[in-house]
């Protein structure tokens, strides 16, 4: 098994999942509701993953309960609880639109405080469907999995039986990079970088994650 990774920007930067992958790789106009993809059969719902989970919704979530459209817009679009709809820490800071190549440029995040933050060139997040020149805050990392061509060829000649195994092994898969990715690689930062601040990297609990 392969993994790529892309980035996921704040505001409508995971609408993408919801347009491609959650509505069968068609261009679904973000206006319709996920009525389709929810009915019809052989199109499985996204589930909730991560140990993270057990700090969202006052414990109402648990890894495996089914993804709602509005919970993700809850959480990757606007940093609350995809349950309560509280606020998770600080939101996301708001960034200036680029002008040119600016050293620096100043971050207004939605809780009225301000920092500077040093800028690069103009650049976009994956998924980001609002501009290409703005600096946006990162939400999360959208992860694809994909198997080598010899599983699909088999998965395309097989029976339901064999298909089943396949699709087993295949979610396995996943769950133990989820565990790799909380064991020895997700952390987090605290404290701000500046002349009179410092950022120290810290462990973190679990990790919050949908399939």
């Known amino acids: 098994m392969t993994v790529s990774m892309r980035v996921m920007s704040a505001g409508a930067g995971y609408a993408y999942l919801l347009k491609s992958v959650a509505a069968g790789d068609g261009d679904r106009k973000l206006r319709t509701p996920l009525n389709r993809y929810y009915g019809e059969k052989g199109t499985p719902p996204g589930r909730w993953l991560g140990s993270g989970m057990a700090d969202l919704g006052d414990g109402r979530l648990a890894p495996g309960d089914v993804v709602g459209e509005e919970q993700l817009r809850l959480l990757l679009g606007e940093g609350r609880d995809p349950v309560t709809s509280g606020a998770l ?3 996301y800071p708001q960034y200036a639109a680029a002008s040119g ?10 809780d009225g405080s301000s920092a500077r933050e040093r800028a690069g060139p103009p650049r ?9 020149s703005r600096r946006r805050a990162v939400v999360g990392y959208d992860f694809t999995f994909s198997v080598p061509k010899s599983v699909s060829v088999l998965w395309a000649l097989a029976d339901a039986d064999t298909q089943k195994v396949i699709a087993a092994e295949h979610h396995a898969a996943i769950n133990d990079v989820m565990a790799l990715v909380e064991r020895d690689i997700a952390a987090t930062r605290a404290g701000h970088a500046g002349p009179d601040g410092a950022v120290a990297q810290m462990d973190v609990t679990g990790v919050i994650a949908t399939a």
């Open 101 to 110: 190549h600016a050293p620096s440029q100043t971050a207004q995040p939605a």
């Open 124 to 132: 976009s997040s994956g998924g980001d469907e609002v501009g290409h």
């Open 89 to 91: 820490g600080r939101a």
